[in-house]
């Protein structure tokens, strides 16, 4: 088998490489995306979790993230479809209304 | 090295290109691909680890469905390539070192070896599908009836963001 550490190891990777994705991406769907690396890392470490004590709890964790990943990707591809309506633009740079 | 674990590491590697790969491309539709890249091999990963349901799971739902709607937006919307800007300062110095410092603390306390993950029994769980539709349904199933509450509301949020003002 292979050891738990591993999975954990592979999971921070992700998860580190979804935040670098988040803070330097500047095309709003890719940041949209780079979430959803970020909520698969999670979800890795939860399975890995599930395996290591043999209970099936973290896998029923991933199915309810799962779902709230899908409605969250409907919502914000809704919320991007307007900001793109509204300034002809995907750049987060130019979606500065609350920026002081 | 035991095929398992070859098979790991192929994956692993797999997956950690494609999220390299997702934060260097320039254009969405080939940071979308290299996603997809990733959750099948997540998905291996899954199968890997005896989690027959969730594998199935991550290829129908987020391979299927979220990528797809991702490239559906993408291409509705003729995403070019990405604009490039000048970043603020305190991304373009502190940026990098500071995404590699949490993923070094984020690695460096999973990779001790902890007593109760060492100490686990790190076997396959018999008939998991069977217990996770067993627990759904009993110990989880207050949470699981609230979801198909989530899911209306983001359907009919989806709805009303998208609908165009009638003038």
Redesign the interface.
């Known amino acids: ?21 988040f ?5 709003i ?2 940041i ?3 979430i ?2 970020m909520l ?1 890392a999670v ?2 470490a939860f ?11 973290g ?2 964790f ?3 993230v ?10 914000g ?6 900001i ?1 309506r509204n300034r002809q ?3 987060v ?1 130019k979606v500065n209304l609350l920026k002081l | 090295m035991s095929p398992v674990l070859l098979i790991f590491f192929v994956l692993a590697a797999l997956a950690v290109l494609g999220a390299v790969s997702l934060v260097l491309q320039k254009h969405p539709i080939h940071s979308a691909l290299s996603l997809i890249v990733v959750m099948v091999c997540l998905a291996g990963l899954y199968l890997l680890m005896g989690a027959e349901f969730i594998a199935a799971v991550q290829i129908i739902v987020y391979g299927g469905a979220i990528m797809v709607l991702f490239i559906f937006v993408i291409m509705l919307l003729n995403a070019g390539e990405e604009e490039h800007t000048d970043f603020s300062k305190l991304a373009k110095f502190a940026g990098l070192p500071l995404a590699l410092a949490l993923t070094a603390s984020l690695a460096a306390l999973v990779i001790k070896p902890g007593q109760s993950v060492q100490g686990a029994t790190q076997a396959l769980i018999p008939k998991a599908t069977e217990q996770i539709s067993s627990m759904l349904f009993k110990e989880f199933v207050y949470p699981f009836e609230l979801t198909s509450f989530l899911i209306l509301v983001a359907i009919m949020g989806a709805l009303v963001l998208a609908q165009r003002e009638k003038k």
Request: proline residues 1%.
């Open positions: 088998m292979v050891p738990t550490n591993y999975y954990l190891v592979l999971s921070a990777i992700l998860f580190g490489l979804g935040t670098v994705a803070v330097f991406k500047r095309n769907i890719t949209f995306m780079s959803e690396l698969n979800n890795l399975v890995a979790f599930s395996q290591a004590f043999g209970k099936v709890h896998q029923v991933v199915l309810f799962i779902v709230v990943a899908a409605a969250e990707a409907a919502v591809l809704g919320i991007i479809i307007l793109q633009s995907l750049n740079e």
